[in-house]
């Protein structure tokens, strides 16, 4: 792709996550996008059918970093040592934080975080010989408890990231270790 493309597309999606800061992601208009990035309609309309267009683009490539971040997560892993695994995902949102933020402050994109639970679930889910209910639903719990802290972390005014990552895994280690230790 030629530098100057990208580097409109850059400025739209700047002005997009500026935008939903300052407004909310339900109130952004085209009109604004335009003014913020200072593009007209024609280049906006080069790369993206409308708003809702763009923010699935943002939301796809949020989605595919996290099938990369994912793709050596399993549940024993989680259950021994989730440090790893929640550094890999913190770390990745620390360095968008203010991308995350702006998607998720002011009315915020569930769809974006219920999408990021669900990848979180099914790459659990597929790493398990056994899928019993039992299973699901802690892999459920599991995910609900990162994505969710993650957001916690990301509104806080100052993050840290060791707190974080230390109390979530106690959470997962301990937790999941009295549930499956049982057995």
Not at 43 to 67: C, M, P
Not at 118 to 131: D, F, N, R, S, V
Request: overall charge negative.
């Amino acid at each position: 792709m030629r530098r100057d493309v990208i580097r409109t597309k850059k400025r739209i999606e700047s002005a997009y996550y500026e935008l939903c800061l300052k407004k909310g992601v339900q109130r952004i208009t085209v009109n604004d996008i335009l003014a913020e990035a200072d593009v007209s309609r024609g280049t906006f309309y080069a790369h993206y059918r409308d708003i809702q267009d763009l923010s699935e683009h943002l939301e796809n490539y949020i989605a595919e970093t996290w099938r990369d971040i994912l793709s050596e997560a399993t549940l024993a892993q989680l259950m021994e040592d989730p440090r790893q695994q929640v550094r890999r995902m913190l770390t990745h949102m620390l360095e968008r934080r203010e991308e995350y933020r702006a998607l998720i402050q002011r009315g915020g994109n569930t769809r974006l975080f219920n999408k990021l639970k669900a990848l979180l679930t099914q790459a659990l889910a597929e790493k398990q010989e056994h899928h019993t209910d039992r299973e699901a639903i802690v892999i459920a719990c599991v995910a609900g408890a990162i994505l969710d802290s993650c957001v916690c972390w990301l509104l806080s005014d100052e993050p840290d990231q060791e707190l974080l990552i230390d109390t979530v895994s106690a959470f997962l280690s301990g937790g999941l270790q009295k549930i499956y230790g049982g057995q």
